[in-house]
Every structure is written in structure tokens, then in C-alpha cells.
């Protein structure tokens, strides 16, 4: 059934390693979103993208790197340079453009911490 | 810069009471409000959107906007105990984001 999948559902990085997070959907949605969430705080734009090839910054952008060469699919890259990345990481998708302001849905999340 | 105001609590209401959770905005021009549910450790769950003035029901679940005093909330009737988690409010900012209050902990106690 159609939903958004994130993996892993736990990650581990070492210092000065880059990671990638994986985001999935099978919705049919154009838009797609990731977020930051920090322990009792609430949610923070990282990157968006409204349409394949084509993503633009959020407020906290910077240390992250995204991609967008599926419809289906919005990877994160969580670089060396976010010295802070431990974090609830959600992604979400909403239909897009040509739907007006459509409701986000949101995959399971993944927790990533420092080692 | 847009913002959305929620009341962090905890708001702690007794098992069957109605519980009311609001949230202002800043951006006058918006047009849509969302509310989502997001137990601890979870991902947010979206509960109910409203785009018009005035109440939106379903369920247990009644959204209220009011755009010229620039606040949404929602009440939850007859609260259980599954109730118990934060509630996130929402707002249509612009290019199809979504800008997001902190959050409110509802604890419902029997």
C-alpha cells in the first residue's frame, strides 16, 4: 500500500563522515520535504523540492545536501560540516503545486546520532 | 519571518473532559491549517486540515479558525488516554510549505 519509507531507522556517524538518509514514497506526490526535529522543539525546513531536478533551501540547509533525479525518491546527505547533526530526521510528501496547499504526510523517521 | 505560536503545556485534562489546544499566526495572508498528532518517538500524523472560517468536525475532533483574529484550534471531545501526545499546528507559508508551531503535550489523565 502507498506510503513514504525512510531507512535506516537508526544511523551512526563518526566524525567527519558524511551519511546519506533514504526517502521513498510511493504516492504519486510531486513535492517532497525534509525536516529536522530536536528533543521538545518543533519542526525545522532542512530542503524541498517541488518537482524532479529542481530543490531549494529551508531555514537550516546548511551542513545538508539533497538530491532529486526521481520523482519517488529525496535522499539527504547529512555532510562533515553539520557539527550538530544528532536528530530526529522526518521526511514528507505532499501533492504539490498544482494542488494547492494539499496536507504533508510523513514517513517513520530516523534517529541519528553522533558515535 | 512567519511564525506559529502554540503553548508548549503540558495542558493535563481529565479522562472524558474536552481538551482545547490553540495556535496563532503571524501571516494574515494564509489560507490553510493543519493539525497533527505525534506520540512520543513517533512521526507526526496529520489529524484534520481547515481552510474555511468557522468549525470543522469529525469525529471527536472539532478544528475552529478564526482568520481575522488569526488563530485555529482544536478541541478533542470526550478525551482518553490515547490522546495523550503532542499536538503540532501547521501553516500554509507559502510554496506549498508548511510552517510548524512547537508543539503542545496533552496528558489525559483517568
Known amino acids: 500500500d502507498g506510503g513514504i519509507t525512510q531507512s535506516p531507522k537508526y544511523l551512526f556517524r563518526k566524525e567527519g563522515q558524511n551519511v546519506t538518509l533514504s526517502c521513498e514514497q510511493n504516492?504519486?506526490?510531486?513535492?517532497m520535504y525534509w525536516y529536522r526535529q530536536d528533543p521538545g522543539q518543533g519542526l525545522r525546513l532542512i530542503y524541498y523540492s517541488q518537482i524532479v531536478n529542481d530543490f531549494q533551501k529551508g531555514d537550516i540547509a546548511e551542513g545538508y545536501s539533497v538530491s532529486r533525479e526521481k520523482k519517488e525518491s529525496f535522499p539527504l546527505t547529512v555532510t562533515s560540516a553539520q557539527k550538530n547533526p544528532t536528530a530526529f530526521y522526518l521526511c514528507?510528501?505532499?501533492?504539490?503545486?498544482?494542488?494547492?496547499?494539499?496536507?504533508?504526510?510523513f514517513g517513520d523517521g530516523t534517529r541519528l546520532s553522533i558515535l | 519571518q512567519k511564525e506559529v505560536e502554540q503553548n508548549s503545556g503540558p495542558l493535563s485534562v481529565p479522562e472524558g473532559a474536552i481538551a482545547s489546544l490553540n495556535c496563532t499566526y503571524s501571516?494574515?495572508?494564509?489560507?490553510?491549517f493543519f493539525w497533527y498528532r505525534q506520540y512520543s518517538g513517533k512521526s507526526p500524523e496529520l489529524i484534520m486540515f481547515?481552510?474555511?472560517?468557522g468549525d470543522k468536525e469529525d469525529g471527536r475532533f472539532t478544528a475552529q479558525l478564526n482568520k481575522a483574529s488569526q488563530y485555529v484550534s482544536l478541541l478533542i471531545r470526550d478525551s482518553q488516554p490515547s490522546d495523550s501526545a503532542t499536538y503540532l499546528c501547521?501553516?500554509?507559508?507559502?510554496?506549498?510549505?508548511?510552517?510548524f508551531g512547537a508543539g503542545t503535550r496533552l496528558a489525559v489523565h483517568p
Open positions: 504516492l504519486n506526490h510531486d513535492a
Open positions: 514528507a510528501s505532499s501533492i504539490g503545486l498544482t494542488g494547492g496547499n494539499q496536507p504533508q504526510h
Open positions: 501547521a501553516v500554509a507559508g507559502g510554496y506549498n510549505k508548511l510552517i
Open positions: 481547515i481552510y474555511s472560517n
Open positions: 501571516d494574515r495572508g494564509s489560507q490553510s
